[in-house]
C-alpha cells in the first residue's frame, strides 16, 4: 500500500520537525531526517506501518537495526555504533537511497512489524527524585510501582542504579543528569519500592537477543555513554528479573493491580513516552480510568510525557530560552483533602540529559 500524497507531506513535515527540533544532538539523525523528508520513495518506506507508528523514530530505528546485523555497506561508516567514524556529508543521500532501495523489502518489513520501544533509563535520572517527591507528599516511603509501557522494564531498576559518580559499584549505570535552576526535589525520605510491575501490550524480554538488538537501535547512533547504560541495564535485567507482564489492555490492569497491593503502601501509576502512541479514544480512556482511580484509591499517577501531551491541567513557569524546546513534562495527579489535583514536578530532556525541577 502506497502513502497519499497528503500522508506524505505529513510525514514530511513529521522528519523535518524531527531534524530542526528532536534531535540536535544526533547530527546523522538531523541530516538523514532532511534526506527522508525530501524523499516520497525513502518516506513510503513507513506506508507498512500503523498510522501510531509512522515517525521518524521508526524509520531510522529499521535503518539502524539493520546496519546493526552485520550487513556490509558504506552508510554503516556514518554509524558510530557500527564502527563507524565519518560525519555527514554531500554523500550521505545517495548512500542512504542506495541502501533504502538494497533492503527495501527488510526495511518495510521491519516498519509493518516493529513499533518505538526504545527503553531509557537515563529517565530514572528524574524518576528517582520525582519518587522521592512522592514519598514526601504522600507521608509514606513504602511505595509500589507500576510502570505502564515498560518495554523491557529497565526502568523499574530505578532505585538500584547509580546517580552519582561517587558511588562506585561496578557495572550499575550512572545516571547523570544536568539538574538547572534553583529547585530541587526533596531529598528525604527514601522511597522504599516494595512492589514493582511493568506492563506492556509487546513487553521485550531481556533474553531475547534479536529484541534486545531492535532496542538498541532505538537508540541513536552517536551517544555511546546512553548505549554503555543500556548494556548494563539490559545485564541487570537478566540478573534481577524485574517482572514484566504482558497484557494486551493495559488501562484495564491498572485498577486490579493497586486493588491487588497491601494496606500501607501508596500505589504509584507510571507511564513515560507511552501515552504519546496511543489513539485518543485511548488515551481519553487511560487518562479518565486512571484519574477516577487516584480520587477514589488514593493512588499516585506520574505521567512523563512530550510537554505537546498534557494529561491535565498544570501550572508550569515559562521555558527557559536556554533550553531546548523539545521536553518531557513530569506531571503528578494525587488526591490533595480529597481533591484531584494535579501538579508539574519537572521538566527533562526526553532521555534525561537535564532537567528542571519545578514542583513545589
Ligand atoms: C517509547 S517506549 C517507552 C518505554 C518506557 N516507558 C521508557 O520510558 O523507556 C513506548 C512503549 O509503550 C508501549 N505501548 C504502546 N502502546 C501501548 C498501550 N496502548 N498501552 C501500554 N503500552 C503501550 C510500547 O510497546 C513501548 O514499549
Excluded at 509514606?140 to 562506585?168: I, Q
Excluded at 507482564?245 to 513516552?273: K, Q, Y
Excluded at 533550553?323 to 494535579?342: I, Y
Aim: neutral net charge.
Amino acid at each position: 500500500m502506497d502513502l497519499t500524497p497528503a500522508d506524505t507531506g505529513r510525514l514530511a513535515a513529521l522528519f523535518r520537525h524531527f531534524a530542526n527540533v528532536e534531535c540536535p544532538e544526533e547530527p546523522l539523525y538531523e541530516a538523514l531526517c532532511r534526506i527522508v523528508a525530501d524523499d516520497p520513495a525513502l518516506l513510503g518506506l513507513l506506508s507498512g506501518a500503523s498510522p501510531e507508528q509512522q515517525r521518524p523514530n521508526l524509520w531510522l530505528a529499521a535503518v539502524h537495526d539493520s546496519l546493526l546485523s552485520g550487513v556490509t555497506h558504506p552508510l554503516a561508516a556514518y554509524y558510530p555504533s557500527c564502527g563507524g567514524d565519518r560525519a555527514p556529508d554531500a554523500a550521505l543521500a545517495s548512500c542512504v537511497r542506495e541502501f533504502a532501495a538494497q533492503h527495501a523489502a527488510a526495511l518495510r518489513e521491519l516498519m509493518r512489524t516493529r513499533s518505538t520501544q526504545t527503553n531509557e533509563i537515563g529517565r530514572c535520572a528524574v524518576l528517582w527524585p520525582a519518587l522521592h517527591a512522592l514519598a514526601a507528599r504522600s507521608g509514606r516511603a513504602e511505595l509500589a510501582l507500576l510502570d505502564v509501557g515498560t518495554s523491557a522494564g529497565l526502568n523499574l531498576g530505578v532505585d538500584v542504579y547509580r546517580y552519582d559518580a561517587a558511588d562506585a559499584r561496578p557495572g550499575v549505570p550512572l545516571l547523570s543528569c544536568e539538574w538547572q535552576g534553583e529547585r530541587r526535589a526533596p531529598t528525604t525520605p527514601t522511597p522504599k519500592l516494595v512492589q514493582r510491575l511493568g506492563l506492556d501490550p509487546a513487553p521485550v524480554t531481556v533474553d531475547d537477543e534479536r529484541a534486545v538488538r531492535w532496542l538498541r537501535a532505538c537508540l541513536w547512533p552517536s551517544d555511546t555513554a546512553r548505549a554503555t547504560r543500556f548494556e548494563q541495564a539490559v545485564q541487570m535485567a537478566r540478573a534481577r528479573r524485574w517482572p514484566v507482564r504482558r497484557e494486551a489492555d493495559c488501562t484495564a490492569a491498572v485498577e486490579p493491580w493497586v486493588a491487588s497491593l497491601p494496606s500501607g503502601v501508596r500505589p504509584v501509576i507510571f507511564n513515560s513516552w507511552v501515552l504519546t502512541y496511543f489513539e485518543r479514544p485511548a488515551l481519553q480512556r487511560h487518562i479518565e480510568t486512571v484519574t477516577e482511580l487516584v480520587r477514589r484509591t488514593g493512588a499516585m499517577w506520574l505521567s512523563a510525557e512530550s510537554s505537546a501531551l498534557r494529561v491535565g491541567p498544570v501550572e508550569l513557569p515559562p521555558p527557559r530560552p536556554d533550553l531546548p524546546k523539545a521536553h518531557s513534562v513530569w506531571t503528578l495527579c494525587h488526591r490533595v483533602g480529597g481533591e484531584l489535583r494535579f501538579e508539574a514536578l519537572a521538566r527533562s530532556h526526553a532521555h534525561g540529559r537535564w532537567a528542571e525541577w519545578v514542583g513545589a
